[in-house]
């Protein structure tokens, strides 16, 4: 009966994404799914992309719940140290230290590079990398380095960063005697658009942030698959998910007129997070590896037949963004 529920929740879309799917589905939430026993992260170390507020910002609270020290990295050294603070005050006892902040525009990949050395230096391993950082854009821009903005933030970086760090994550593999675990925030717009090997700058026809975001989010789900193969001798698994609709500066500040018609349903930041969480502190036996999940479940990539690559486009966006991060 709840699997059924799910299943209908998820299809209906509006039910499902809102606030009204998590309440219910969290109902059933028992066994591998139930919430990660407290301390699950004691001794872990994570690094949090846009945690400077929303989805980020409940992330890493998530994190530092469950005993991780969690760096938060952001483009603002203001930005981070608000989050900081907003952190220490909604987590009682929690020393500073558990929250260093780091600064890096994860769109600039001599940026995502330079940070990634020094970064290694000062963490001899991590266990959780969230790639969550991201935007909607009301036009098209480009990077210092002539990159689309949005395929810069939601893949190109995030494919650097991962690859940069996979030394630092295999150690925290080796550390924990678990595996590591890459978590991408990804977005149920991917439904809509298919993988655009043709054009991933955007540069034909007209450009829309809308469509630039779920485009980018889509390549987010193979980029997923493709990583989740590469290191899988590693031990570092790597996972997609949609947080649903959640009430986000983002959301709100980039689509009004969404946040207001849906404003009474809308996720709280902690609830859109909650997946993200999990499956940092899940079994790996329950996850695998490469999968898209939405709500502690894993879920299709895809719902319309339109929006199928095939094997030779997942190759060829492979090589295309592999020549982009160099």
């Not at 990583?227 to 009430?247: C, N």
């Not at 999990?278 to 894993?298: K, N, Q, T, Y």
Request: charged share 20%; glycine share 12%; hydrophobic share 40%.
């Amino acid at each position: 009966m709840l699997s059924m529920l799910d299943t209908v929740l998820d299809r209906a879309v509006v039910p499902g994404y809102s606030r009204i799917g998590y309440l219910l589905r969290r109902r059933g939430w028992t066994g591998p799914r139930a919430d990660p026993a407290r301390g699950a992260l004691i001794g872990r170390t994570a690094l949090v992309t846009g945690a400077g507020g929303g989805l980020g910002e409940a992330v890493a609270t998530g994190l530092v719940r469950l005993g991780a020290t969690v760096h938060l990295l952001v483009r603002s050294a203001e930005k981070g140290r608000a989050a900081q603070d907003r952190i220490l005050a909604a987590v009682p006892g929690l020393s500073r230290s558990r929250l260093p902040v780091q600064i890096c525009d994860i769109g600039e990949l001599a940026q995502v590079r330079s940070f990634a050395t020094r970064f290694a230096t000062e963490v001899d391993a991590l266990d959780v990398l969230v790639h969550n950082a991201g935007l909607l854009p009301e036009r098209r821009s480009e990077t210092g380095e002539g990159n689309e903005t949005t395929l810069a933030v939601h893949v190109l970086g995030p494919l650097l960063l991962t690859r940069l760090l996979a030394d630092t994550l295999a150690a925290g593999a080796q550390r924990s005697g678990t595996d590591s675990r890459v978590i991408v925030m990804s977005s149920g717009g991917m439904y809509a658009q298919p993988l655009r090997v043709d054009d991933l700058q955007f540069e034909r026809g007209d450009f829309g942030g809308t469509a630039a975001y779920a485009r980018t989010k889509r390549m987010q789900v193979v980029m997923t698959g493709l990583l989740a193969d590469e290191l899988v001798s590693r031990r570092i698994t790597v996972h997609a998910l949609h947080p649903g609709w959640a009430a986000t500066p983002g959301v709100t500040g980039s689509l009004p007129l969404f946040g207001k018609l849906l404003g009474p349903v809308l996720r709280t930041p902690a609830q859109g997070a909650d997946t993200a969480v999990w499956l940092a502190a899940a079994p790996s036996s329950e996850i695998g590896s490469g999968r898209f999940w939405h709500d502690r479940a894993p879920r299709p990539a895809h719902y319309l037949s339109r929006t199928r690559e095939s094997a030779e486009d997942r190759e060829r966006f492979g090589r295309e963004v592999d020549r982009l991060t160099g």
